[in-house]
């Protein structure tokens, strides 16, 4: 689905002929085009590396994995040239494990100096966000290598305030949160027995200080300018990184070629608006180049941004009417609306964050006025349409922000 703008500012015409019904609308068709056609994303490299292996793209920068425990069984890491031949800055580190650790002394070596056998040597480490995948070396490359760590004042935070919230039991008010969003008796004692505290069991212990990166002042990086570009929604404080000279974007999470990131409401902030911050966020990156390459935490790097982009918005834009319209037929829970979210069953553990993604829809569409909150005799929070919701606003309102950026981004001037 499209939700970029035209030459012109306005949405598109085939976003417009898209939403002329809206999806409340009696008898309109609420299955809006969210796919975008294979061919508009190009991945350059066929294959990815192997683990542990270093694949030079574009720039001199490598591309390598590292091992992940989930279904998501790999993270992308990158090495960005930063002084003397052999010498990176590295992006992200990995999970805390004993796989990523032996694949990383392998690289690396002892003391992080390249040896004759080719081991590369790490200047320092940047971070996206907090997720375990992505920090969960930083302690220990810190320890081992002696690396500065540079991220976002609010990743760092948020990352050290996550490592300390360990406790015996889970907390009442996490109880309460999920509650409030409809989980049963059986549903809130298994949530009770897997305890809570459990970041730290993918992330090293962290250093205290770190070197706060602003989105304000470009990072020089070898003989580059890259850019930090803040944003929300998926993590607090996430960092992409742009060089608005060769038009490469490290994304992160914020923009992967064939999923979509999580985007959740947490007992932290229980009455938060995350999809609000993470459309807006892929909204500002809608200002980038159309032909930028783009770098992703996940899956193969690609070129194809702006029809990307479109179609995750086109995606939530599309979830955003079908939760409205299981609210216009009765008062739901977050738990009862993931039928409009996902097309299989969700069990287990991703019952929480399904619960945490149906409460980012559903606090989107309060904040706009469509729903309502209000608990029921349980204490369960039911939603309650109040309004017709309005898709072709929010898609302007997007393209307002994509508007601003292009005008105001401190590189601009660099294209």
Same mark, same amino acid.
């Given at each position: ?44 490299? *066929? ?21 992940? /425990? ?18 990176? *800055? ?72 996550? !490592? ?42 962290? /250093? ?18 890259? !850019? ?7 993590? /607090? ?40 911050? !993470? ?51 009765? /008062?739901? *829970? ?82």
């Amino acid at each position: 689905m499209k939700t970029s703008m035209n030459e012109s500012g306005s949405p598109p015409a085939d976003l417009t002929e898209a939403l002329r019904h809206e999806p409340n609308e009696p008898g309109a068709d609420h299955r809006l085009p969210t796919r975008t056609d294979a061919s508009a994303l190009e991945y350059p490299w *066929a294959h990815p590396p192997a683990i542990g292996e270093v694949v030079e793209i574009a720039h001199g920068i490598g591309w390598l994995r590292m091992p992940l /425990p989930w279904g998501l069984d790999h993270i992308n890491l990158y090495l960005l040239p930063d002084g003397a031949e052999g010498e990176f *800055a590295l992006v992200d580190t990995g999970i805390r494990s004993k796989e990523t650790k032996a694949a990383w002394r392998r690289l690396v070596g002892t003391g992080g100096t390249r040896s004759k056998d080719g081991r590369i040597h790490l200047t320092r480490l940047l971070l996206t966000h907090h997720h375990p995948d992505h920090l969960g070396l930083a302690g220990w490359f810190a320890d081992r290598y002696g690396l500065k760590v540079h991220a976002s004042r609010v990743c760092w935070l948020y990352a050290r305030t996550l !490592w300390f919230d360990k406790a015996p039991e889970v907390p009442a008010e996490v109880l309460e949160f999920f509650h409030r969003a409809g989980f049963s008796p059986e549903a809130l004692e298994r949530l009770r027995a897997a305890g809570w505290g459990r970041y730290r069991e993918g992330v090293e212990r962290l /250093p205290i200080g770190v070197h706060r990166i602003d989105p304000t002042e470009p990072l020089k990086i070898g003989g580059a300018l890259w !850019w930090a570009i803040e944003t929300a929604g998926h993590a /607090p404080g996430h960092l992409s990184f742009f060089d608005p000279k060769r038009r490469l974007l490290v994304s992160g999470d914020q923009v992967l070629p064939e999923i979509s990131s999580n985007v959740s409401v947490y007992p932290s902030e229980p009455f938060g608006n995350p999809l609000a911050e !993470w459309l807006e966020g892929l909204a500002r990156l809608r200002a980038l180049p159309a032909d930028t390459l783009v770098l992703p935490a996940h899956n193969r790097p690609f070129r194809g941004l702006h029809p990307r982009l479109d179609q995750l918005i086109g995606k939530h834009v599309e979830r955003l009417g079908g939760v409205a319209e299981m609210c216009r037929e009765q /008062p739901r *829970a977050a738990v009862e609306i993931f039928p409009a979210l996902y097309r299989r069953r969700v069990a287990g553990m991703e019952y929480m964050m399904a619960t945490g993604e149906a409460l980012a829809h559903l606090h989107f569409l309060e904040a706009e006025g469509v729903l309502a909150r209000e608990p029921d005799a349980t204490g369960a929070h039911r939603f309650v349409w109040r309004a017709r919701y309005q898709a072709q606003e929010v898609v302007e309102r997007l393209a307002k922000i994509t508007r601003g950026q292009e005008e105001t981004a401190p590189w601009t001037s660099i294209r």
